[in-house]
T-cell receptor, first 114, second 118 residues
Framework: QKEVEQNSGPLSVPEGAIASLNCTYS??????FFWYRQYSGKSPELIMF????GDKEDGRFTAQLNKASQYVSLLIRDSQPSDSATYLC??????????????FGTGTLLAVQP | GAGVSQSPSNKVTEKGKDVELRCDPI?????LYWYRQRLGQGLEFLIY????????KSGLPSDRFSAERTGESVSTLTIQRTQQEDSAVYLC????????????????FGNGTRLTVT
């Protein structure tokens, strides 16, 4: 089982719709969860982070975390063509462990159709 | 500079040669990470530094790969006797992290070094 799993997509949504991106992780002790966006040929850039169960909203973006189910998601409301990119889920190591490495999923390609 | 700086931005080398990639993190960032991204693939963890020590180097693919960091400053990733499968973008990232605490500080990435081994 991969440490962080994402559906590779592509996920295609029409402009103005809600895009839902999902991620599961295997380390039950993970503490911090991040969503990065990566445009083709560019480096990843941070979209949101979440540490506690529940929802966290920032503009058109909402991150959702369910530690019991080991599941984190990103919702993008009012999707725009400029949101078309690969979205990477990243999860850190457990607290107190010898490592704090951040493990990335392989990413979900989102395509917003005008 | 304000961001993470990597050099060179592009490197073409012949199979069997050694290469050295450089990363200059954001000033004050204690943690520094190296990742590899092959074309169309996700980010593959290589190694991370807390200060100048490397608590986790489990991602280094072989003994041809090594990395070092001077204090909380520049890091170099060295690949010896390069192979064609080493061709990828090598990304460096830094963050502020307290030792022994879970990482809750986002990573800031450089623009990467695109390595092509011919």
């Amino acid at each position: 089982q991969k440490e962080v799993e994402q559906n590779s997509g592509p996920l295609s949504v029409p402009e103005g719709a809600i895009a839902s991106l999902n991620c599961t992780y295997s380390d039950r002790g993970s503490q911090s969860f991040f969503w990065y966006r990566q445009y083709s040929g560019k480096s990843p850039e941070l979209i949101m982070f979440i540490y506690s169960n529940g929802d966290k909203e920032d503009g058109r973006f909402t991150a959702q975390l369910n530690k019991a189910s080991q599941y984190v998601s990103l919702l993008i409301r009012d999707s725009q063509p400029s949101d078309s990119a690969t979205y990477l889920c990243a999860v850190n190591g457990a607290a107190g462990g010898a490592t704090n490495k951040l493990i990335f999923g392989t990413g979900t390609l989102l395509a917003v159709q005008p | 500079g304000a961001g993470v700086s990597q050099s060179p931005s592009n490197k073409v080398t012949e199979k069997g040669k050694d290469v050295e990639l450089r990363c200059d993190p954001i000033s004050g960032h204690t943690a520094l990470y190296w990742y590899r991204q092959r074309l169309g693939q996700g980010l593959e963890f290589l190694i991370y530094f807390q200060g100048n020590s490397a608590p986790d180097k489990s991602g280094l693919p072989s003994d041809r790969f090594s990395a070092e960091r001077t204090g909380e400053s520049v890091s170099t990733l060295t690949i010896q006797r390069t192979q064609q499968e080493d061709s990828a973008v090598y990304l460096c990232a830094s963050s502020y992290m307290l030792p022994g605490q879970p990482s809750n500080s986002p990573l800031h990435f450089g623009n990467g070094t695109r390595l092509t081994v011919t």
